[in-house]
């Protein structure tokens, strides 16, 4: 028998004012508590269950878990409904509870349609932290969808309606006696009523689901049985961003071993990086007591190193300079001595000593060829043309050569300098070159 409207209970201590849901376990109500005069929540099993063959199991059951639910009030979560009394009205067990103002989780959605990203995952998180807590005691939600779920109006959530005894009747009904999670159950619940801690996980990220997408996610019944594919929730809402909608499909995924086997580690995968922006250099200083002294002195992590910067200009024209010599150079063919020329360059500009030995390697080489014959006189008379051709570039080239040497060195070591300035040459006398042999 359903309570009316008014009817009293232990001697006229709470006032029933209206039915606030009925499932297929049990009967809420809202009450009036009369000397402390604030509104509460009474939770009762259906009365025609005690008809059922496990009813005294069941009730213990009850009972259990909200002595349970009882001492988590002590130290109250602010995302867990408060349980402050449990008492017997003749053969009925009544849990009394907070009674939370606010709108659930599916009116919400129903009037502003999908919710944006932060704010759903907002709810979501802190729901999961209290769901986290509840596992602490061993007990298990199980019912975790939106309709569970109320909004505050300070924009907090609150979980309400524990599915406890739950498995005495089919797992599908909510406290509004409509079959309407089927949806956000597992489906080893619906079929067997599991009270595993990963069964929340689903849950909890299928009512994400929802209220990013505004739509119920396939049945998990449904895709086990017909292997009803579930849509992802960047098909219907391309704006979720790829670390929900993975966080989402694993959290629901099909077989419980293949989830989060908690709610921490299903939170973790929510969590978005922070990138932090690192102040300017002159801003990044800190400060450690030294070995001798008791005052902070100051010093820079690695992070404050000067930014590496490049001569583009002066490389620029270090590259067209030795365009020029290669193009005059081919003509004669002493390709290879301009080659040569380049790492004596090159050297010059970065590696004092090197250069040395750069000029001394090229010296060697026209020695050897003068001692060959005629035939290699002529080539270094034709080198010599070329090179007195070219010598306004090549100047041109060693000016620029010294400053991009310079700037080089401000952020590279000698031997890097020496990289990138025979890199530029050989890059003007292979250009230099393919013009000449084009042209």
Not at 31 to 59: F, G, W
Request: net charge positive; proline share 5%; hydrophobic share 45%.
């Amino acid at each position: 028998m359903v309570w009316a409207t008014g009817q009293k209970l232990q001697g006229g201590k709470y006032v029933i004012q209206g039915v606030l849901g009925q499932g297929g376990f049990g009967i809420t109500y809202k009450a009036r508590h009369v000397s402390l005069n604030h509104d509460v929540v009474i939770k009762t099993p259906n009365e025609y269950l005690q008809y059922e063959p496990d009813y005294h199991k069941y009730v213990a059951r009850f009972i259990e878990e909200a002595q349970i639910l009882a001492r988590l009030s002590r130290d109250p979560h602010p995302s867990i409904v408060g349980v402050h009394d449990l008492f017997q009205e003749k053969a009925i067990y009544c849990l009394v509870m907070n009674f939370v103002e606010g709108k659930n989780l599916f009116e919400l959605v129903r009037r502003r349609g999908a919710i944006p990203e932060a704010e759903a995952v907002r709810y979501i998180c802190q729901i999961g932290e209290a769901l986290a807590v509840v596992h602490q005691v061993g007990l298990t939600h199980r019912d975790a969808h939106p309709g569970n779920i109320l909004l505050r109006q300070n924009g907090k959530a609150v979980l309400i309606d524990f599915g406890i005894a739950k498995e005495l009747v089919p797992s599908t009904y909510t406290s509004t006696g409509a079959v309407g999670n089927e949806g956000f159950a597992p489906y080893e619940q619906v079929h067997r009523g599991s009270r595993e801690p990963n069964v929340d996980v689903h849950c909890l990220a299928a009512t994400l689901y929802y209220t990013l997408t505004g739509q119920c996610p396939t049945k998990g019944l449904d895709r086990k049985l017909y292997q009803q594919p579930l849509i992802e929730p960047r098909q219907i809402v391309p704006g979720i961003s790829k670390q929900v909608n993975r966080a989402i499909l694993k959290g629901m995924a099909l077989e419980p071993k293949k989830r989060p086997q908690s709610m921490q580690a299903w939170l973790k995968l929510l969590e978005i990086p922070t990138v932090l922006t690192p102040p300017p250099v002159h801003e990044q200083e800190f400060f450690r007591p030294s070995a001798n002294q008791t005052s902070r002195q100051p010093f820079r992590t690695a992070s404050t190193r000067k930014a590496r910067t490049i001569p583009w200009v002066r490389l620029t024209v270090i590259a067209g300079c030795y365009l020029g010599i290669g193009f005059f150079l081919v003509e004669v063919g002493a390709v290879a001595v301009a080659v040569l020329g380049a790492v004596a360059a090159a050297a010059a500009w970065a590696v004092p000593v090197a250069a040395a030995v750069a000029v001394a390697v090229l010296g060697a080489v026209a020695a050897a060829m003068a001692g060959a014959g005629a035939t290699a006189a002529v080539l270094l008379g034709a080198v010599a043309v070329a090179a007195a051709a070219a010598v306004p570039v090549a100047a041109a080239g060693a000016g620029a050569g010294a400053g991009a040497k310079e700037k080089l060195q401000e952020s590279f070591s000698k031997f890097h300098t020496f990289l990138i300035l025979l890199g530029t040459s050989w890059l003007g006398l292979g250009l230099g070159w393919l013009l000449g042999s084009i042209f």
